[in-house]
Structure formats: C-alpha cells, structure tokens
C-alpha cells in the first residue's frame, strides 16, 4: 500500500509543484500508526486505490484518496468516493487536495463538492465539502 500511495502521490506533487507532500515522506510506521479508517480497492490481488476516513460526530473527512497511476481513468477514485460517501450517514464530509490538481478537483466535484472559500490562491491548497 505504501508503495502504491507513494507513486500517485509523486504525480499530484509534480501536478502541483510541492515535492515536499508529507504523503510521499510518510513512513510505514507511521501509515500503520494511522487512525484513519483504511479502505482498499484490489484487482488481482494488487492495491490499486486507498480511501481514508476520519469520523466525527458531525463531519467525516476524507483524509487520503489515492489510486495506483496505472489504474487512473478506470473509476477507482469514483468507486472510492461513493464507498466513502456510503459510509457518511448523513454527515457533512470533507476533503482536501493541491489547488492545481484539476483531476482530483474534478473527482470530487462530479459527485457534488463544493470548494469552500478562501486560502487557496495563497497556500496552493483547496478544501471542500459535501453536506448531507
């Protein structure tokens, strides 16, 4: 898994210009340390995307989202994204990524997202939510 996450991050680093993204400096540990609720999607046995969650009482926040590169444009971040909205039960869900990330931006907006305002022309990073 860690592999994988580490290849998809370097393209949304390269996307967005932000070689220093902490998911591509994360260690094992530190991923098996998470508190994150982890969802696997697997084709042959092979990790082919991620989808971590932290709950809270009124919100969820979708805190990682990665699909292996060779599995882009194939649905998994879709089938990701629902899994994740599935499990919201009827709380507002959040999520964020690098403000030049149009793939991902355009991910989540297809399923109804809004940016939230402000930040993102200065700090290169976009938040938005998703009500219930």
Do not use: K
Not at 38 to 51: D, I, K, N, R
């Amino acid at each position: 898994m860690l592999e994988v996450q580490r290849a998809a991050y370097a393209i949304e680093a390269e996307l967005i210009g932000y070689p220093d993204l902490p998911p591509l400096h994360e260690t094992l540990e530190a991923l098996q340390a998470t508190a994150e609720e982890l969802w696997l999607c697997e084709e042959g046995g092979a990790v082919v995307g991620v989808v971590g969650l932290e709950h809270g009482a009124q919100e969820m926040v979708i805190a990682r989202l990665f699909v292996a590169p060779a599995s882009f444009r194939r649905g998994v971040g879709s089938a990701l994204v629902a899994h994740a909205l599935s499990l919201a039960r009827g709380r507002r869900v959040r999520i964020g990524t690098g403000a030049r990330n149009a793939p991902a931006l355009a991910l989540y907006e297809r399923f109804g997202f809004r940016r939230l305002d402000g930040g993102a022309a200065a700090s290169g990073y976009v938040e938005l939510t998703l009500d219930p």
